[in-house]
């Protein structure tokens, strides 16, 4: 099974921030990744798909990229409204995987 | 407008089987492409996806829960019901239902049930 690590687990950050949260694949998946943000008691929500592609109505201060299986959420200036956990998910075969997840915390 | 809502049990005694039901709408089961899957999450844990089906009625289970799972559709009901036999306190957590769409391989999920928060204890 292909194995997702995010880091870091936690991260503090201010409002105005850039923040980068990455995620490495443990085999190659091409750009079969998306990414997702959860919220307390609220169920996922998915923001980047393809590896960098937007979903529709998600805020362009979120991007995507990929360097050979290392994948980097960039939120370019962190609002109130993103102090939020980040997943990254594979769809490259099965079984699908989700990483750990990062907590982005207010400082 | 898709969505979705899982509905089920809360509390499950161990050993007993989950049935947990997701009705959804805005989309039919029956087109082309479109597939549901259940992933779950325990308290303060990570998401890990169990099941999914799709239109053509194929069906593909996380391996190593593959002998407890069962998952189905009623596509007249806008339904897709997962079953989990022997339930165990390890089981609790939130289920969730989750819409993808296979266009060119894409399988994220981009509409997700509420969640069904099921507690297993004796």
């Known amino acids: 099974d292909i194995e997702m690590t995010q880091s870091p687990s936690t991260l503090s950050a201010s409002v105005g921030d850039r923040v980068t949260i990455s995620c490495r694949a443990s085999?190659?998946?091409?750009?079969?990744l998306a990414w997702y943000q959860q919220k307390p008691g609220r169920a996922p929500t998915l923001l980047i798909y393809g590896a960098s592609n937007l979903q529709g109505g998600v805020p362009s201060r979120f991007s995507g990229s990929r360097s050979g299986t290392d994948f980097t959420l960039t939120i370019s200036s962190l609002q109130p409204d993103d102090f939020a956990t980040y997943y990254c998910q594979h769809y490259n075969g099965y079984p699908w995987t989700f990483g750990q997840g990062t907590k982005v915390e207010i400082k | 407008q898709v969505t979705l809502r899982e509905s089920g049990p809360a509390l499950v005694r161990p050993t007993q089987t989950l049935t947990l039901t997701c009705t959804f709408s805005g989309f039919s089961l029956a087109t082309r492409g479109m597939c549901v899957s259940w992933i779950r999450q325990p308290p303060g844990k990570a998401l890990e996806w169990l099941a999914r089906i799709d239109w053509d009625d194929d069906k593909h289970y996380l391996r190593s829960l593959k002998t407890r799972l069962t998952i189905s559709k009623d596509t007249s009901r806008n339904q897709v019901v997962l079953t989990m036999t022997n339930m165990d306190s390890v089981d609790t957590g939130t289920y969730y239902c989750a819409r993808s769409v296979a266009a060119g391989g894409n399988f994220f999920f981009d509409s997700w049930g509420q969640g069904a928060l099921v507690t297993v204890s004796s």
């Open positions: 085999q190659y998946i091409d750009n079969w």
